[in-house]
């Protein structure tokens, strides 16, 4: 495992960490409710429960709450991969293009696993000094492991000048 990754892992994976890295850095994560359930350098999984804070007038999850914890399991991936890196890596989401399949309600878990497609691309904009682009794909599942949602995010990636 890649000792940067492993150091970013252990910072937020405990649940007291996680809340208050969301709480500074995504304080709507933090309200939302989002949850990390697994991070390994291949997989990530992020849960939401249905609450009065990220409900909508449909009895069910908001959208935007959908996609934010979509994005989020693409994107805990891509700050394992660029954590601590030298030259320092610049990331940033520049689309994001979502299918919504059936009504979200009680938990749901959004599930990534591009992590090696993710490390692979962050490699390429290392070695090459260019923007290099991913899109990530994460599958939105209910407690009775339905497709509730799918989201592609289209990640870039560059190098910082030294």
Request: aromatic share 12%; glycine share 4%.
């Amino acid at each position: 495992m890649d000792n940067n990754f492993e150091q970013f892992r252990n910072r937020i994976i405990k649940p007291s960490a996680f809340k208050l890295f969301a709480l500074k850095s995504l304080p709507a994560v933090f309200f939302a409710g989002l949850k990390i359930e697994l991070l390994e350098e291949t997989k990530a999984i992020i849960s939401v429960r249905q609450k009065w804070f990220n409900k909508n007038p449909f009895r069910s999850i908001y959208f935007a709450i959908l996609s934010m914890a979509a994005e989020l399991s693409t994107g805990v991936l891509c700050m394992g991969n660029t954590y601590k890196r030298r030259p320092a890596i610049s990331m940033l989401v520049t689309e994001q293009r979502g299918l919504f399949h059936k009504k979200a309600t009680g938990k749901i878990i959004f599930v990534c696993e591009d992590g090696n497609k993710i490390t692979a691309v962050v490699e390429q904009a290392v070695s090459t000094g260019n923007a290099v682009n991913i899109v990530c794909y994460s599958k939105g599942l209910n407690s009775n492991s339905e497709m509730v949602a799918e989201f592609w995010i289209t990640w870039s990636f560059k190098a910082r000048n030294k």
